[in-house]
């Protein structure tokens, strides 16, 4: 009854299931992975980091990846060029960011944030950094991008503003090497508000660890319907057996059609050999 399943046809179509179910389990599986990762670092960030951490060396906590990302970093030197960083919103307010770049003793700049104020960028609320030589402490940042979250402004903007913060924006402004990162003063003064640290991307609750959770889904959906469709198969492999054993298939195309020209051939024989002449 069963031996069908030992024909080449279904020798494909069980190696087929055989490689297809483990890889849709795998897929499935990784994404679930994925978004537990995202889940843990949300929950690192809704948490926190300890109020006690002292803060690192800058250069110590390169380059930016995701455990040094929050962290808090400390830089010498003396402050220099500042921009506005415009339309950046802070507690449902449009603002901007003070960003003074910080000219280290390594004589690399870091691109500071000393804090944010409501309303239009202008340089005249913009409080002017401290000068001579200071020791500043911020949480650490990766470099922006076109594509980060809270990024607004494009291009086009009015000399002294920035619209992404990072050095390959910065590039061209400053006559000096950048620090492939920024940081965010915590506890600023002048009246500022302080900018809280955002999350390395590819981290927490966001739409792509959602659609992790739904490609988890997919992959498991998927390796249900192979199983599925090969017992659908293999179902119906055997009740066509069955039907057969048992007589109750119809009479195939091919064989009433061989049948029928055999019939045919049968007759014209017989009527060639009436309408011959006796000898």
């Avoid at 670092?41 to 929050?70: F, N």
Wanted: net charge negative; proline share 7%.
């Amino acid at each position: 009854m069963h031996r069908f399943l030992l024909t080449p046809r279904w020798w494909g179509i069980n190696v087929f299931v055989a490689l297809a179910v483990p890889v849709c389990l795998f897929m499935g599986t990784w994404q679930l992975g994925r978004f537990e990762d995202r889940v843990d670092s949300h929950k690192e960030a809704a948490a926190g980091r300890p109020a006690a951490e002292a803060a690192a060396p800058l250069e110590s906590l390169l380059p930016v990846d995701k455990k040094t990302s929050g962290r808090l970093a400390s830089a010498s030197g003396e402050y220099a060029e500042q921009l506005l960083v415009p339309e950046r919103r802070q507690g449902g307010r449009s603002g901007f960011y003070v960003l003074t770049l910080l000219r280290t003793d390594s004589g690399k700049a870091v691109p500071v944030v000393r804090g944010w104020l409501p309303g239009a960028a202008d340089p005249a609320k913009a409080p002017a950094a401290p000068t001579g030589r200071v020791e500043v402490t911020g949480a650490l940042q990766a470099s922006e991008s076109s594509t980060s979250k809270g990024v607004y402004a494009d291009g086009g903007l009015p000399a002294g503003q920035l619209g992404v913060i990072g050095a390959a924006s910065l590039v061209n402004l400053v006559p000096y090497e950048l620090y492939d990162a920024w940081l965010t003063v915590q506890t600023p003064a002048d009246g500022l508000t302080p900018v809280p640290a955002q999350a390395p991307s590819n981290t927490g609750l966001d739409l792509k660890a959602f659609q992790n959770l739904g490609y988890t889904g997919e992959w498991f959906v998927f390796a249900a319907f192979v199983l599925f469709m090969w017992f659908r198969l293999y179902r119906r492999e055997v009740e066509t057996l069955r039907d057969a054993e048992a007589g109750l298939l119809p009479q195939t195309a091919e064989a009433t059609a061989s049948a029928t020209s055999t019939e045919t051939a049968t007759e014209t024989a017989t009527a060639t050999a009436s309408a011959r002449p006796a000898e």
